[in-house]
């Protein structure tokens, strides 16, 4: 199998558009193709190395790195569908869109739309793992079909926004309106009893009564990265014990869940 | 049938040269977990009810080994069962069924396939069928690359595997212990029970791993496909060809299900040894097997080989 390495040659400001770098075109080329492939580049094709340096290496998994400041790199791990994809760094906006499978490392923070639909397709996450141990910006989720969403730190406005399956757990805090639109699927916050219990207002129509819960099926994610999570949002070394779970969005008629430690 | 190898002899117990007749068999393994141990094993014995023999049964299943937090997939202590068929479709019918009215009604419990489903491709659907009884509010939950179902009930919820590896088994491994008198026969079988319990991928499923009422083929009745084992009946001396000595007045039968040859033979051996050891010389005269002369199951587990 092979490891694709690639390092930012020069910080932006220029955004660059990466959601054409795909593990299935990266596998049917050398070197000097993948070179030459194009990328957008502030609205102009560019050849990809033009903007990165390039390194192909054998390795024991399928893997695609990415080094360098890349806040200004749009789009990395769309459609991402099998191995690994491994970013150092803080990246721009649409990570992993529309992936499928496999596993998506950020060691940074993202920004908006992480794991949203790609273009005008109705499906955001459809099967992945997506990790971030940074944060994320708004709309992280969006759409999601299945798989996971980790984030060790906070998530902007609009998370999991018409989401309708999968798995999203939050370490930090959470912006204006999760689960907005929700159909179905899990979040995992680490503090959402004041936005849910708010008497009176939008989250009384949104999210139902929470009623003390015992998730066993987290026993059953065997991952690191959501055992680290979880640790998180329980705020110790232990998983959660007690959680409280609301179903949402039920302006919607949703039957998705919404999971949060109990406050002591 | 008899095997033309002498007679041996342990710890004055006569083992005779013949041999188990065993056939294939569809099997799987499932893990009962629960809250705690009690429950698990509830719902183990539940699901393991009228489950003794294929002939009316249609199942053959029963408590595999009691299991620690640490060895199940959700972390709590639980139970492993094995259940025998004799065709995948059987299996399937029977399996859903009994852990539909066993294991989903049982308090705080979920349900797991308990095979390799690297080694054993083919599956059983569980949850997939299970899942209806959520009516609408069942969820779905695709962690590692295995679906699970999580079922609203009353105590909360019923996590239950989306499908189960399945395998190749092998039933009807067995061996019969023969005593001066009843006393002696249960002593001997409990002594044998004891032994084999705690081995892996093997299980005894009549009750407590014992049967008075060892079978032959067929029988005078039409309807019936097995009748009495009157070759072995004490009260039948005399009256039908018997098997049985002027002294021998009690048999017990230790009748055995596995995943394997060797899980089978392994168990055999350690159970005719602790028979031989705790009886021999306190009324267990002898320890044969049941075959019906090599055509029906292609396994054969020869107790001169097996004890030699």
Avoid at chain 1, 13 to 38: C, G
Avoid at chain 2, 179 to 184: G, T
Avoid at chain 2, 207 to 236: E, H, M, Q, W
């Amino acid at each position: 199998m092979t490891r694709w390495e690639f390092r930012l040659r020069r910080a932006g400001p220029a955004h660059i558009d990466a959601s054409s770098i795909h593990r299935s075109q990266l596998a049917a080329r050398d070197l000097a193709q993948i070179q030459r492939l194009s990328l957008i580049v502030d609205g102009v094709p560019t050849e990809l190395g033009d903007c990165f340096d390039v390194r192909v290496s054998p390795s024991d998994s399928e893997q695609i790195v990415f080094e360098g400041p890349l806040s200004h790199v749009h789009g990395l791990a769309t459609r991402h569908d099998r191995g690994e994809f491994l970013i150092e760094g803080d990246v721009g906006d649409y990570l992993a869109s529309a992936a499928t499978g496999g596993v998506v490392q950020l060691s940074g923070s993202a920004g908006d739309w992480v794991g949203a639909p790609l273009g005008a397709s109705r499906l955001g996450i459809n099967g992945a793992t997506v990790s971030v141990r940074g944060s994320v910006g708004r709309y992280a989720g969006h759409r999601m079909r299945r798989g996971c969403l980790l984030v060790d730190g906070d998530a902007s406005e609009l998370l999991a926004a018409l989401m309708i399956a999968g798995t999203i757990a939050v370490g930090g805090s959470v912006g204006r309106q999760p689960a907005m639109g929700m159909r179905r699927g899990t979040i995992l916050l680490a503090d959402a009893d004041s936005m849910v219990t708010e008497s009176g207002g939008e989250a009384s129509q949104r999210f139902t009564e929470p009623v003390p819960f015992r998730a066993g099926f987290l026993q059953l994610l065997n991952d690191a990265d959501f055992d680290r999570v979880l640790r998180k949002i329980a705020g110790g070394d232990e998983l959660p014990k007690a959680i409280w779970r609301v179903r949402c969005d039920r302006s919607v008629g949703g039957q998705g869940e919404l999971l949060y430690p109990a406050s002591e | 049938m008899n095997d033309s190898a002498e007679a041996l002899e342990i710890n004055g117990v006569r083992i005779e040269p013949t041999f188990a007749e065993a056939f294939d068999m569809k099997a799987t393994r499932l893990v009962i977990t629960a809250s705690d141990a009690e429950w698990a094993e509830q719902a183990a014995r539940a699901i393991s009810g009228f489950g003794t023999s294929v002939i009316d049964c249609k199942l053959e299943i029963d408590l595999e080994q009691r299991l620690t937090a640490a060895e199940t997939p959700d972390g709590r202590p639980g139970v492993s069962v094995l259940a025998f068929a004799m065709s995948a479709d059987e299996l399937q019918k029977q399996i859903v069924r009994r852990a539909g009215q066993c294991v989903l009604t049982c308090p705080t419990t979920a349900l797991f396939g308990g095979l390799d489903p690297a080694v054993c491709p083919k599956r059983l659907a569980l949850g997939k069928s299970l899942r209806y009884f959520g009516d609408g509010h069942q969820i779905s939950k695709l962690f590692g690359g295995r679906r699970y179902w999580r079922i609203p009930v009353m105590d909360g919820e019923f996590i239950c595997e989306h499908e189960v590896p399945r395998t190749d088994g092998i039933g009807g491994g067995n061996f019969l212990l023969i005593a001066r008198d009843l006393e002696s026969a249960s002593r001997a079988a409990r002594a044998a029970v004891s032994a084999i319990e705690p081995l892996a991928d093997v299980v005894l499923p009549f009750p407590g791993g014992v049967t008075r009422s060892g079978s032959k083929i067929g029988s005078k009745y039409k309807s019936l496909v097995a009748s009495t084992n009157d070759a072995f009946c004490p009260t039948l001396r005399g009256v039908t060809p018997s098997r049985l000595g002027a002294a021998d007045n009690a048999v017990l039968e230790i009748v055995l299900d596995g995943l394997s040859e060797a899980a089978i033979a392994h168990a055999m051996r350690q159970g005719i040894s602790a028979a031989c050891v705790c009886c021999g010389g306190r009324g267990l005269h002898a320890v044969t097997a049941g075959n019906y002369g090599g055509k029906l199951g292609r396994h054969h587990f020869h107790l001169s080989e097996l004890m030699s």
